[in-house]
């Protein structure tokens, strides 16, 4: 019954922004607890940065409070760890084949927690509690649990390694410094594991520098070898169209091209898979230097971190990103290009094509031709923020007062009350958004927008463009850059999205198609549809129209 009431009671001690036992527990004034960093970085975010409401019950305070560790809410949420600690079954307590056993116990042993490297010793929760209890104890440097204490002793004089020689590049003991090392540069092997350590970050940086950089060269690379096979195609059917329309003296030259083309496209595609192959296997490695240094960079213990160091620094030669770039396209251009000057026929040909791609491109005009473009939005529920509810086949959002009973999800937003489209969008595409209230923002983003933080909002990164509506007033953000419109208030706005183009434009609908705000870019990724809702809980809706 007592581990019940403790099980029931935890929720009491809970931070409602992380869900989490309160770390550093404050009290504001309006008497509910958080984290402190929880609470700081809300505020933070808020739209308005003088506004600084609660969470939970929306009061707001103003000028922002000072906020205090609440300790004797700390000390109650430690008292909440240490019994659910006490409640763990006592069968995960004993050491198995694979687990470190304690040292201090006798009969069967129990699994070890921690290591000290003053004593040398591992020992279990409960023979380590004088290490946090006896003062001179609570000074010596405890480690994760480790089978390897010995390999910390020097060989020779039996005396625990605390020096490091840079001349010889070894861990040593006092004995061994005040003999053959006598005059050689020393420091403490904690201060040389210091040093290492931030040589390590520094490498690591380098590493996912090196794997992002690959990354890149090898999207650069897909969308060459993507190209490849459309591009040759094409070559060959203009080719084919132009070569029916000369005599049959052409015919040999026709063939001869055709076999040019192809030999081009085999040769290219041959180089572009084999760089392809070559990065990929670099990209591997990489990733297995990248874990090699990440699992160095957790070792506490400083002999073991110096002995293991210098063997993972070395890496191979990268590959010279110049040699990645491949422009087979030109050469298929020219060879279209070269056969359209054997006679004068082609220019009437490429009038008419011209023609009709211009007929192709031009941007609807009224209501009826950007439907012809529509698409059913749907939301993905595991986009929406708790504060979101989703209904009508997940087409219509509305801002609630409690968080919904959605599960975790990686893709979920944090802070802010925003959703995403379940499908991406790329082509030519359109659909609406009916509001019922201000305040709500329409948008698109591309899918690897973050969670949380500042840079997850609509329009404060490089991955987002949104149109806010707000009062009389509307905005076009994009990359933390505001545009200030003056344009007419509407509750239905319509999205027109060429993503090959590059362009995205907003309207108001009504019974005329009124241009809001047209953007002209470059889209490197599909989009999503998405909407923001500036306030929590004022009962606004959006509708992705059908």
């Known amino acids: 019954m007592e581990q019940q009431g403790i099980r029931v009671g935890k929720t009491a001690f ?66 909440v760890k240490k019994s659910e600690l006490q409640a763990a079954p006592s069968a995960h307590c004993y050491a198995g084949p694979a687990d470190v056993g304690c040292d201090s116990c006798t009969g069967r042993k129990r699994k070890a927690t921690k290591s000290c490297l003053q004593c040398l010793v591992s020992y279990c929760d409960q023979h380590l509690q004088p290490h946090y209890d006896v003062a001179p104890l609570k000074k010596h440097k405890l480690t994760e649990a480790s089978a390897k204490l010995q390999e910390n002793i020097c060989s020779r004089h039996d005396e625990l390694m605390k020096i490091f020689c840079r001349t010889d590049q070894q861990c040593i003991c006092y004995l061994c410094f005040m003999d053959e090392h006598k005059s050689h540069n020393t420091v403490s092997a904690a201060a040389e594991g210091t040093e290492r ?8 940086e380098k590493v996912q520098q090196r794997i992002q950089d690959r990354e890149k060269d090898v999207k650069v690379l897909q969308q060459e070898m993507e190209a490849i096979n459309p591009s040759a195609d094409k070559a060959v059917k203009d080719n084919e169209e132009i070569f029916t329309q000369l005599i049959r003296v052409m015919e040999k030259i026709s063939s001869d091209v055709m076999q040019q083309i192809r030999f081009q496209q085999e040769s290219q595609m041959s180089r572009a898979e084999k760089l392809h192959e070559k990065l990929e296997q670099e990209i591997a490695e990489l990733r297995r230097k990248d874990a090699e240094l990440q699992q160095l960079s957790h070792i506490e213990d400083h002999i ?19 040699s990645i770039n491949i422009r087979p396209l030109r050469y298929f251009e020219e060879v279209t290009a070269a056969v359209s000057k054997v006679t004068d026929k082609l220019q009437n040909i490429l009038s008419e094509e011209w023609t009709k ?39 219509k959002a509305t801002s609630m007062t409690e968080n919904q009973s959605y599960s975790a999800h990686p893709d979920r937003f944090k802070f802010r009350l925003q959703v995403l489209s379940t499908d991406s969008l790329t082509g030519r595409c359109y659909w609406e958004v009916e509001r019922s209230k201000s305040g709500v923002v329409v948008a698109v983003a591309y899918k690897d927008i973050k969670r949380r933080g500042k840079e997850s909002r609509f329009g404060y990164n490089e991955k987002s463009w949104s149109f806010y509506h707000y009062n009389s007033s509307c905005t076009f953000m994009h990359n933390s850059i505001s545009t200030d419109l003056s344009v007419p208030k ?34 490197t990724q599909p989009l999503y549809a998405g909407i923001c809702f500036l306030f929590v809980s004022n009962g606004a809706t959006a509708e992705f129209c059908e």
């Not at 770390?23 to 984290?35: L, R, T």
């Not at 506004?51 to 922002?64: A, E, G, I, L, Y």
């Not at 073991?304 to 160091?309: A, I, P, R, T, V």
């Open 197 to 204: 350590q931030r040589e390590l970050g520094a490498s690591r």
């Open 14 to 79: 809970c931070c409602l922004i992380c869900q989490n036992l309160l770390k550093d527990p404050v009290a504001i004034p309006c008497g509910h607890s958080y984290c402190m960093s929880c609470i700081k970085t809300f505020w933070d975010e808020e739209k308005d940065e003088e506004k600084n409401s609660c969470p939970q019950c929306q009061q707001t305070f103003m000028p922002r409070p000072v906020l205090v560790k609440n300790t004797i809410l700390a000390d109650l949420v430690e008292e």
């Open 490 to 523: 509407s509750s239905r706005v319509g999205v027109y999205l060429d993503h090959s183009a590059g362009l995205l434009s907003f309207y108001s609908v009504s019974q005329t198609m009124t241009l809001l705000y047209k953007v002209q870019t470059t889209f």
């Open 357 to 395: 791609i211009s007929v192709t491109l031009t941007e609807p005009k009224t209501r009826a031709d950007f439907l012809r473009y529509a698409r059913v939005i749907t939301m993905d529920p595991n986009t929406a923020n708790t504060r979101l509810s989703l209904s009508e086949g997940n087409r």
């Open 304 to 322: 073991q971190f110096l002995q293991k160091y210098p063997s993972l620094l070395h890496l191979r030669e990268s590959t010279d990103s110049a």
